[in-house]
């Protein structure tokens, strides 16, 4: 049984300037989740890239895990989705179980992909994801709410919650990635990640939080 982890790494970003490589508590942001992945239980990382100075970093990390493998320029366009590079991957790579790491989540620990594949091994689910639990009340744009009755407004001891998917991880079996051209297949199970770790890196504000994050964690 052969687990890969998969951390697509695209050159460039609109929203904060060469985003993967900005520099977090010390380290390129995506060091943070090839750091992981590198000490987790699985077999082999690989970093789809279509950039040449993301593969110098890279590989300069020297993570024994770790092959940076190219990634088409097709599915490394603007207008293309992460759902297209892990495709692409599952097309080319001979893999049982793919482990789809976001590199913008870098609070995401080796304990938790550990916990998420050993869930997913045991055979009851199709895809595991990473998820965090919340107790607020959600409401529509339009003033509806969501996932509550305002008339029988729930005590947070007596609520459940719901699950928020965080984006760290999905885990599923290369065949059906194939099979669904999607990194989710049901019957889907959570691994619970802390709510600390609920965001990923899209702007400078969440770079900044992260930096104290990582700082406080490590």
């Known amino acids: 049984m052969f687990n890969a982890g998969f951390i697509p790494i695209r050159g460039g970003s609109k929203g904060i300037k060469n985003k993967n490589i900005a520099m977090c508590a010390g380290k390129p942001l995506t060091f943070w989740a090839i750091e992981a992945a590198q000490n987790s239980m699985l077999d082999k990382v690989f970093i789809s890239t279509d950039s040449g100075e993301i593969k110098e970093i890279v590989n300069g990390f020297n993570f024994s895990k770790v092959k ?17 590079a ?60 969501i996932n509550y009755d305002p008339q029988k407004r729930p005590r947070r001891q007596d609520w459940e919650g719901y699950y928020i998917e965080n984006g760290a991880f999905y885990i599923s079996s290369r065949t059906n990635i194939l099979k669904n051209s999607c990194r989710i297949t049901p019957p889907v199970g959570f691994w619970e990640m802390s709510k600390e770790r609920i965001f990923e890196v899209d702007d400078e504000n969440d770079l900044k939080f992260a930096e104290k994050l990582l700082n406080i964690l490590h």
């Not at 990634?71 to 293309?80: E, G, I, Q, V």
């Not at 892990?86 to 938790?112: K, M, R, W």
């Open 68 to 84: 940076v493998i190219e990634r088409s320029t097709k599915t490394a366009a603007d207008t293309a989705s992460s759902e297209s």
């Open 86 to 145: 892990l495709i692409e991957f599952a097309q080319n790579y001979e893999v049982d179980n793919i482990v789809f790491i976001q590199a913008t989540s870098p609070l995401v620990a080796s304990e938790d992909i550990n916990s998420g594949l050993k869930i997913f091994l045991k055979g009851n689910y199709n895809s595991i994801i990473s998820v965090i639990k919340n107790h607020q009340f959600l409401w529509s744009p339009d003033g509806r709410p």
